[in-house]
């Protein structure tokens, strides 16, 4: 299943930076059980984001949204 996701974090220090918010997306190709495992690290896991990636010390508030992306009819609308 095609997805978007769309990461929003707020209050990030990033080496000796600061930053307010900071929002970026992407996305992937996953099964529902990749995105059911995902959802479910993301939730329980703590210090997620900062466990994963390099330079991000802090964060506050943060959100991770999964959307589906629905497939694009073609040119001819079939």
């Known amino acids: ?3 978007k996701f769309v990461l929003t974090m707020e209050d990030l220090l990033v080496g000796d930076r600061h930053i307010d918010e900071l929002e ?3 996305t992937g190709d996953l099964s529902q059980d990749e995105i059911l495992t995902l959802s479910r690290k993301w939730i ?3 210090n997620f ?3 994963r990636m390099i330079g991000l010390e802090r964060v ?3 959100s991770l949204t999964i959307e589906p992306i629905e497939p694009q009819a073609d040119a001819e609308g079939q």
């Open 49 to 51: 984001l900062t466990d």
């Open 24 to 26: 970026f997306g992407w």
């Open 44 to 46: 329980t896991t703590q």
């Open 1 to 3: 299943m095609l997805v």
């Open 60 to 62: 506050g508030e943060s």
